[in-house]
């Protein structure tokens, strides 16, 4: 069975960093395409970035672009974002995300970020 486990969450200061890490186990890692989420209170769940099966070619939401790192190390089967310059807006759930070939989407529990003072 797809399991995504995520780690790496917590608070922050502004300014600050934190890298997020997904470890992914029960599929073929490399033949998904993964990717981060978040949803912040009250807002809906956005894409924040993703990254192909080969981890040549990625995708960022423009809020966070320069600023955030996807990345992938399919020896490991591991995804991770790096944030920098983290600010209050990024406060957030995130989530890891994998989809296969068909299309099938699948979530891990989701990490809180938390930026404050």
């Known amino acids: 069975q797809v399991q995504l486990v995520e780690s790496g969450g917590g608070l922050v200061q502004p300014g600050g960093s934190l890298r997020l890490s997904c470890a992914a186990s029960?599929?073929?890692?490399?033949?998904?395409?993964m990717s981060w989420y978040r949803q912040a209170p009250g807002k809906q769940r956005e894409l924040v970035a993703a990254?192909?099966?080969?981890?040549?070619?990625?995708h960022y939401v423009d809020s966070i672009k320069g600023r955030f790192t996807i990345s992938r190390d399919n020896a490991k089967n591991t995804v991770y974002l790096q944030m920098n310059s983290l600010n209050p807006d990024d406060t957030a759930v995130y989530y890891c995300?994998?989809?296969?070939?068909?299309?099938?989407?699948?979530w891990g529990q989701g990490t809180l970020v938390t930026v404050s003072s």
């Open positions: 990254v192909a099966t080969t981890g040549t070619h990625t």
């Open positions: 029960g599929f073929t890692f490399s033949n998904y395409r």
């Open positions: 995300n994998a989809e296969d070939s068909a299309g099938n989407l699948y």
